[in-house]
């Protein structure tokens, strides 16, 4: 099976987060941009459907700025074949749209029976993507997605999701695109000698240049942030004074009735 | 003619669902006194009939069994939709299956789109700008979607639900011959109802009640499970608690579960590791009850009680129970 992860770089859990001097969007300055989220699933759920089908290979695929190369590294590091990163217009573009349509068109020529993605980038949380590559290539999609195997019929897969309508059970015949939401197992870490061995590991890239000529009419982004705010801190929680756990009761529905109103 | 704002709705079983009720809400807003408001269901003729009391003026209807709704068949069938409404905006609700849609449909239609969104303005120069959470709800942007068409999923709760209005809307058949070929062979094999979950699911859910391993044991859980029936709410867990088999992975809020963004999240004996604080810190209202005043969730929550939660949260069942004369 020949399976493609899409892996976008994000800024670590710990980073401190800030608005950049316009104002516009996240300052990345100071911030170490890493394969982190819902795609380290997606790298390991990768690696395990390869581990069960030999033969099969794992490419990574990143779209953005030159941070993707280290992402993609970190993916070859556990185990991915090969890595391709798909150069971002030089002015840089945020839109997801853009993103699917430059990633679809390195995709149509590379081989891909799967491709997994997470089910959203942890920084944007737009989700949006791996449904747009797959109209865009022309092939189903399935988002939210867990507990992912080789279907009981050779070339397909099958899965289930919590939805709002209960827990789906889904067989679905490839090629397909999915989203995913866990893997079988937490994502494994590198072995060093690997992270060693990544660092001279070759990538291939996809200049802007080549994407703008295949995109033609459509290299536009279809949107740009105008704003990155952070919340006024929440300033803590308003302490309940009990002396019984009764009061208590009592004293916090008061407050949710009354003061939240949340509650009938 | 203004054009119209189309509303990509999900009523199973003929019931709209919350999310969709919201969307109707929001497209009023924004076709305005000129524009109009339609809709397009893939559910057949009892989903279209339960939407016209949102007033919508017209419905494009398809019947398509829910085992092979793909996000691929409905994207087609809502694009033929949207041209033949001559729409500029489709909205639908931010679930599952309209965070499925909403890529494929705006490369299909050829629009901008956005997800998660929680509030939608038109500027002066007609331009539409949403705002929506990022990074876990710890910030939000302000996005410009450009061009004459765009694709919104609205996040659950965001907005008000719309009143229902009395009105005859016409009926459009939509042709399933637009659905790729390669869509019909995907199938829902199964369908059961979350387990371990009393009440509605969790995505869903206006309240939400979680424990952690503060309870202790998994039987001890079950005081969760009773505040939450005595709310109506659906019930959570933390990392802790389906790691170590007490509940079902299907419960578990955070990173690597469920984001919920409800109106009231009660959080019991949850420390408030930032992989649980990710999927529900935009919950409307949070109260916490934990043994320990250091604790990090007490930092996020709007209403704090350091206390043991084996004594607490009966006490409370018990008062809501009263309050709501359940007993
Ligand atoms: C990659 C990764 C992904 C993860 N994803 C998730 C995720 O999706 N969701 C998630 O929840 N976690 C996730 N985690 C785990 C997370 O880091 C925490 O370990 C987990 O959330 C802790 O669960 P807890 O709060 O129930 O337990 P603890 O952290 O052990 O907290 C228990 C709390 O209960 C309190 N307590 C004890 N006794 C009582 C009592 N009698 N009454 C009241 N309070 C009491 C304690 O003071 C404590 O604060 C993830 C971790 C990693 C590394």
Redesign the pocket.
Known sequence: MNIVVLIKPIPEAESRLRASSDGRQLDPEGIRFVLAGYDESAVEQALLLKENAPGSKVHAVSFGPVRCEEALRAAIALGADNATWVEAPPEGSDDPILAARSLAAALTSAPHDLILGGKHAGDDEEGLVPSAIAELLGIPSFGSVADLRPAGNPGGISFARVTEAGVEKWEVPLPCVIGLQQAWN??RTAKLPNILKSRKAPIEKIDWSKTLAALAADSQPRSVSERFALPAPRTGAKMIEFKTPEEAAEKLVRLLREEAKVFP | MTPSVLVLAESPAGAVSGPTKEAFGVARTLAGPDGSVAAVTTGGPAAAQALASFGPRDIWVADIPTESTTSGAVAALAARAAQESASAIVLVGGTTFGRDVVGRLAVRWGAAAATGVTEVTRTDSGELRVRRPVFGGRATETRTLLGPRAVIALRPHAFGAASEIVGTPAMHLLDRSVIPANEVAARRVSLASADGASGPPLPDATIVVS??????TAANFSLIEDLARSLGAAVG?????TDAGWRPPSL??????RAVSPQLYIA?????????LV?MISSRTIVA????PS?P?FKVADYGIV????T?VPALTQEIRKVRGLS
């Open positions: 937490d994502p | 424990g952690g391993r503060g309870l202790r867990a933390s990392r802790a608690v578990q809020v955070g990173q690597t579960g019991v004996g949850i420390s408030g590791a930032i992989q649980h999927g009850i934990n043994t320990d604790a969730i206390g043991d939660a084996l607490l």
